[in-house]
């Protein structure tokens, strides 16, 4: 039943990763359905709501400085104010002790629970609250027009790499029923979705019974591209070096339904620097993993995350992780400086490497990774491959933007009707890092 709420507009906005992501897109729909509409602009929503993220200090510091704003814009106007996500869990009673102005706080597990709490605090009980752990439900909620979606198939994290806050804001693995993924994807079929982005902090450590047997994340890619025929594109994230086996291997080998990229976070160069950020495998692994994909995917795209300034990194550990990028050459990476969290592992270490050392090793590391990045996609022009339509361009309204298999970005001339399509473009030239083409 649609729970009761007066007519309200909305302003969300999200921080972190794409599972908050994709639990941005389900409130949206609760909202809708509660006749909660999004509003033009922060300015005039009756309603606004920060989807938050822990995963470093950053992050946390713009999200600080977002509450700082709107709780500055209560004096001025009357709002609700709602902080969601990973912070909410994190940091709990001491959001509202440092920003009197919020009025509910809701965690990473029960962010089915919003209208509720929103009607407690339209009935004047403020503020709100309700973090901890709880079983958490895997909503099903897409909206009608998508054609691309999140569909996760696993919540929090048993990894406890050392530096990461992930586990205790997001709480230990679970794996969702192979049934009710199923379920949720027939849906999706039948509404015409064209790309489908399976999500999990992990997902090659999916596992899950089905019937009698186990399922594992091989088994479930397998059961998902036997039974669905009409979504086209099945992309996956994140998965973890240490879980990558063959078998998952041969499925972007014998199934053209899977796009040929896969995220592989190797974060670091030096074995010691592995080892004490707990991720359970070695340079010499992580290389002879990625030989293994190149040399039996053909035309695959490796991308990456890095994570310099790791407690205790020298020069030399360093220039391992340039030399490693070196190697592999990635197609392209997404690249941090190394941030304490408290409460993980890593926080004992104390904070070893000072800012301005860190910034000069980032700074070096994304000139690497433009360079490999942009050597990996000249070797790939003149190619024809598909692209699915995806956006009109910010920069000018008659291009578009489309992406490809291997997640790189086309523009080019078109009309907006083609946004939801796939079509067939020659990677023509390189503008920077992004393709362009012609129809
Ligand atoms: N589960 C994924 C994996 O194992 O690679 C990554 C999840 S995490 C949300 C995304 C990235 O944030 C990590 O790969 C890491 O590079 C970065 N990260 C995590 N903790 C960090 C910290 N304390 N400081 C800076 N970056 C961090
Ligand atoms: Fe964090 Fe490691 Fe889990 Fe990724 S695998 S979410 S980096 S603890
Ligand atoms: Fe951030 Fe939470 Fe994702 S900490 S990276 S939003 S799981």
Not at 34 to 50: F, K, N, R, T, Y
Not at 366 to 382: C, H, M, P, S, V
């Amino acid at each position: 039943m649609t729970a009761f709420v007066p007519k309200m507009r909305y302003w969300l906005e999200n921080y972190g990763c794409q599972m908050n992501k994709a639990e941005a897109q389900v409130l949206e729909i609760i909202l809708n359905k509660s006749g909660i509409e999004p509003a033009p602009d922060s300015i005039h929503a009756d309603l606004v709501i920060i989807n938050t993220c822990s995963v470093r200090k950053t992050a946390e510091d713009r999200i600080w400085g977002r509450l700082g704003y709107y709780c500055h814009l209560k004096r001025e106007k009357d709002f609700i104010l709602a902080v969601i996500g990973c912070m909410s869990e994190r940091l709990k009673e001491e959001l509202f002790e440092k920003n009197p102005g919020i009025d509910l706080i809701l965690g990473t597990f029960q962010k089915q629970h919003f209208i509720d709490l929103l009607q407690k605090v339209l009935a004047g009980e403020k503020p709100q609250i309700q973090v901890a752990n709880q079983d958490y439900e895997f909503a099903r909620l897409h909206s009608k027009d998508q054609f691309k979606a999140f569909v996760p198939i696993m919540h929090g994290c048993n990894n406890y790499c050392s530096y990461c806050i992930v586990p205790f804001v997001r709480g230990r693995e679970i794996s969702r029923n192979p049934e009710e993924i199923m379920e949720e994807l027939r849906v999706l079929e039948a509404r015409g979705t064209k790309e489908v982005t399976l999500l999990g902090q992990n997902v090659n450590s999916y596992n899950a019974s089905k019937g009698e047997k186990n399922c594992n994340f091989p088994a479930l890619l397998e059961l998902i591209t036997r039974e669905i025929s009409e979504i086209r594109w099945f992309r996956f994230l994140t998965s973890h070096p240490k879980d990558v086996n063959a078998q998952l291997i041969q499925c972007l080998v014998s199934n053209e339904k899977i796009c040929r990229h896969i995220h592989l976070p190797v974060q670091h160069g030096s074995n010691r620097i592995l080892s004490l950020m707990n991720r359970g495998y070695t340079r010499e692994d992580y290389l002879a993993l990625v030989r293994m994909i190149k040399n039996t995917v053909s035309d695959v795209t490796i991308t990456t995350d890095i994570l310099i300034g790791f407690p205790t990194e020298d020069e030399a550990d360093f220039m391992l992780t340039k030399e490693l990028m070196e190697e592999v050459e990635f197609d392209d990476a997404f690249t941090y400086y190394y941030n304490p969290r408290e409460g993980t592992a890593a926080f004992g270490l104390g904070d070893t490497v000072c800012r301005e050392e860190k910034i000069r090793r980032l700074r070096e590391i994304i000139e690497t990774n433009q360079r490999l990045k942009q050597k990996r996609k000249l070797d790939r022009l003149g190619r024809t491959t598909p692209v699915l339509v995806e956006a009109v361009s910010k920069k000018n309204k008659k291009e578009l933007l489309g992406r490809t298999e291997h997640d790189e970005m086309v523009v080019f001339e078109g009309e907006e009707k083609l946004i939801g399509n796939f079509i067939n473009l020659r990677l023509m030239e390189l503008s920077g890092t992004t393709f362009r083409s012609v129809l």
